[in-house]
């Protein structure tokens, strides 16, 4: 067999397409895989698809560290016969009936094909670009696979999140390490850092408010910037996602060089019992009615892209909130989504991570 630790690299780089026996299968070697990570989402919105969605989600220790023991019996007794109903309906009512999925698949869908754009015009065929979802489909495993069939040697992992929660991006990272497990020649691995910070993404989020103000007759008293919350307990154990959440408004109330008061940061989605991140968003902006501050704009810096937790919860649930404690006018400002200033901010993201990997062109 022929011993491939010893072969110059530009030999590695070519595809192997005649191998003997009991050698190597074929591999064209030396490319580059950016695999774009969000949070996955169900098939469908049928009580079924809902249950296996929030099944595997809600199972994830990484997002519900009690003793299983505890909380698998109340999991699977009690909550997975109610919520995949009320979560189907929320789904239900923003589910993109033409495509036949949800609003974060197709969006997660769109960004892909940018990014691969985006990388393309950089870096030429040698960077292969794709997506995948910690819960539900595409896996991350199956992704990996892909990946590697396709040549590439070294893969840089990039959690979609723009703040590190343990909920979120280590348990990507998790899903990541952990579908290389039986991986018998093992790709060289990346994981992205954080970018909540990233002066081209608060660029982005600040333009994405410029344009939003800019539509508008009359300006906003509030922009509330609504980041998805974790329990508290979370915090005080160590995870840094309260102090990311808290500098990314800093550093958009400074871009925007706004005054104090007119950026209210707060937290949303809490799920159970326990106390989490406050204020919380529903309660802040009823507060905020009832203190003669009529007119509200709402960002979600947290989500890279729009998903159940803006659309249905932020736009419906939270604006109702408002508007029964005699709010006026409710503005949501959408994800980045697909925006070319997002795009071009996660592509750099992309590039400074790549560093020492390859090189762009020209
Ligand atoms: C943006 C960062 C997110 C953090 C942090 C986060 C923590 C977290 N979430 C739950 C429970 C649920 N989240 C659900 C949906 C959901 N969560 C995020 C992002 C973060 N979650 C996204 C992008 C989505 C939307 C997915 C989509 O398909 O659109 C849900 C499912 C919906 C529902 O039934 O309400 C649950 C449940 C916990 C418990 C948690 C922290 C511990
Ligand atoms: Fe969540
Ligand atoms: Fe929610």
Wanted: proline share 7%; net charge negative; hydrophobic share 35%.
């Amino acid at each position: 067999m022929a011993d491939r630790g010893t072969e110059p690299m530009n030999m590695m780089s070519k595809t192997t397409s005649s191998h003997l026996p009991g050698d190597h299968p074929p591999v064209n070697f030396g490319k580059v895989g950016v695999l774009l990570a969000n949070l996955g989402t169900p098939d469908n919105y049928d009580y079924w698809s809902m249950r296996r969605y929030l099944n595997e989600f809600l199972s994830d220790k990484r997002v519900i560290d009690y003793s299983p023991w505890i909380w698998q019996p109340l999991l699977q007794l009690v909550i997975l016969t109610k919520r995949p109903f009320s979560s189907g309906a929320a789904y239900k009512s923003i589910w993109n009936e033409e495509a036949g999925e949800s609003p974060l698949m197709t969006i997660t869908k769109d960004q892909t094909a940018k990014m691969k754009a985006a990388m393309q015009a950089r870096f030429g065929d040698d960077v292969v670009v794709d997506f995948c979802m910690r819960y539900g489909n595409p896996s991350t495993k199956s992704k990996v696979e892909e990946l590697q069939k396709q040549g590439c040697q070294k893969i840089l992992f990039f959690p979609l999140y723009p703040q590190y929660a343990g909920a979120t991006s280590a348990t990507a990272c998790d899903q990541f390490f952990r579908s290389l497990e039986h991986i018998k020649w093992q790709p060289i691995v990346r994981t992205v850092e954080p970018y909540f910070e990233h002066p081209m993404y608060i660029e982005a989020l600040a333009q994405s408010v410029e344009r939003a103000y800019a539509d508008m007759e009359t300006r906003p008293d509030v922009l509330v910037a609504s980041y998805h919350g974790v329990p508290k307990r979370y915090l005080m154990e160590g995870d840094p996602y309260h102090c990311q959440c808290q500098k990314t408004s800093r550093l958009l109330k400074e871009r925007l060089g706004w005054p104090e008061g007119e950026i209210v940061t707060t937290f949303q989605s809490r799920f159970g019992p326990e106390e989490w991140l406050k204020p919380y968003t529903v309660e802040e902006v009823a507060r905020l009615a009832e203190t003669g501050k009529k007119k509200i704009a709402v960002i979600a810096p947290a989500f890279s892209a729009d998903c159940i937790e803006t659309l249905e919860e932020i736009n419906e649930e939270i604006k109702e909130s408002f508007e029964e404690a005699g709010g006026e006018e409710f503005t949501y400002i959408p994800c980045l989504n697909d925006d070319d200033a997002h795009i071009a901010a996660l592509a750099k993201v992309v590039e400074e991570n790549l560093a020492g990997w390859i090189a762009p062109k020209g």
